[in-house]
């Protein structure tokens, strides 16, 4: 959300903003959907295709759980961010890319480095400005203006009037600690929006 944000208020909000979660991809793909590749470079590859920095040229590319990424493509990654070049798999061709780069991470990326789990030139090229997010049991100000928001999305995603947030639920979600952060705001409410059906209003009962 933060990452969004900083996209939407800058001038890259014209072109996209691409999110990866670096933890979601499997090892073996994570090149190809970075970098594309040519028709042909290997066996499945029966047409071009361009990559998640293609996508995100002229805008943002966010990283999400970068410290996931292996040292192979960090390197690989760190002549993108130098350079603002790369090549797509199987081709001869050097491509420019203009993109901002946003990481996150849960883990500490300087004990990763020191652990030898993460490259020490890539850190640096990285951390340009660290934005240092608490967690939401340290902000909570921030969780009924997150579950408003949530809750409007996943509302209209379904199709379904965007309930009130009636005051036993948002005494309830005060009083959580969240040690799952905003994915486990996001969960609950979702979960509360289907056990609310049609209700206009949703109260504590809807997050059990």
């Known amino acids: ?33 970075f970098f594309g590749y040519k028709r042909g470079a290997f066996t ?22 970068i410290s996931e990424m292996p040292l192979k493509l960090q390197a690989k990654l760190l002549r993108v961010v130098q350079e603002k070049e790369f090549r797509r798999i199987g081709d001869t061709r050097t491509r420019a890319v203009d993109l901002r780069v946003i990481s ?3 883990r500490d990326l300087a004990a990763e480095v020191a652990a030898g789990r993460f490259r020490e030139d890539l ?12 967690p939401l049991r ?4 921030d969780v009924l203006p997150l579950a408003g928001h949530y809750l409007a999305r996943y509302a209209t995603s379904a199709g379904v009037q965007v309930p009130r947030i009636g005051s036993t639920a948002r005494a309830w979600l005060m009083r959580q600690r969240w040690p799952g952060n905003i994915r486990e705001l996001q969960n609950a409410l979702q979960r509360a929006l289907l056990a609310a059906g049609p209700a206009t209003k949703l109260e504590r009962e809807h997050f059990d």
Not at 10 to 26: K, T
Not at 125 to 134: E, H, I, M, N
């Open 104 to 106: 996150a991470t849960n």
């Open 44 to 65: 499945d590859a029966r047409a071009d295709r361009a990559g998640l920095l293609e996508e995100a040229d002229g805008g943002t590319l966010f990283l999400d759980e």
């Open 138 to 141: 340290e902000r909570r100000e």
């Open 1 to 33: 959300l933060l990452a969004r944000a900083i996209h939407e208020t800058s001038g890259r909000r014209p072109d996209r903003f691409v999110g990866v979660n670096c933890s979601a991809i499997p090892e073996a793909l994570l090149e190809s959907e």
């Open 123 to 134: 850190f640096y090229r990285l951390q340009v400005v660290a934005l240092w997010v608490p």
